[in-house]
């Protein structure tokens, strides 16, 4: 059963890399307080997410934030080193927090995971974005195929 507006994010472990190396998080302590913009990629470095999809969420920053967001949040099913190698490719800094989905256990445990098998990249996550309000989903928007439509900043700032 796929996730939807009202629903409570549920708490599963995944990976983000500190100071210290790969660390495990909850998804109930990141995502579970205050306005959380979250937003997954199917893949760290491919072609649409290094071109327009991480990046967008990086210029419109100060517009989210402006509206009332608390917390930007990419994941991906991809380990803690991708994550973080991408995250330092795409100058991302402090301003969107990465985490990995290594294992795809948060992608299926909401129900979005992908069939990445025939292009070769196994299961991933689809392509969304969801406004989380205190570990509640009051915006969910699922991009409906290929192509970068409704998960993107500009239009999580429309919902919002």
């Known amino acids: 059963m796929t996730i939807a507006v009202g629903d409570r994010i549920p708490d599963i472990q995944v990976m983000t890399y500190g100071p210290d190396g790969p660390t495990h998080v909850q998804t109930g302590d990141v995502l579970g307080s205050g306005k959380v913009v979250l937003f997954a990629v199917p893949g760290a470095f491919t072609p649409t997410c290094s071109d327009y999809h991480l990046p967008s969420y990086v210029i419109r920053h100060d517009e989210l934030k402006a509206k009332g967001v608390d917390k930007i949040v990419c994941i ?40 990445g098998s025939g292009f070769g990249l196994g299961t991933r996550s689809q392509r969304y974005a969801m406004v989380i309000e205190d ?9 409906p195929g290929a192509g970068l439509t409704v998960s993107a900043a500009d239009a999580i700032l429309e919902a919002l």
Request: overall charge negative.
């Open 135 to 143: 570990g509640v989903v009051t915006t969910l928007n699922v991009e």
């Open 76 to 115: 991906s099913v991809n380990d803690p080193f991708v994550m973080e190698a991408w995250g330092e490719a795409q100058n991302v800094g402090d301003l969107v927090e990465l985490l990995a989905d290594g294992n795809g256990g948060f992608a299926k445990a909401i129900g979005l995971e992908l069939d």
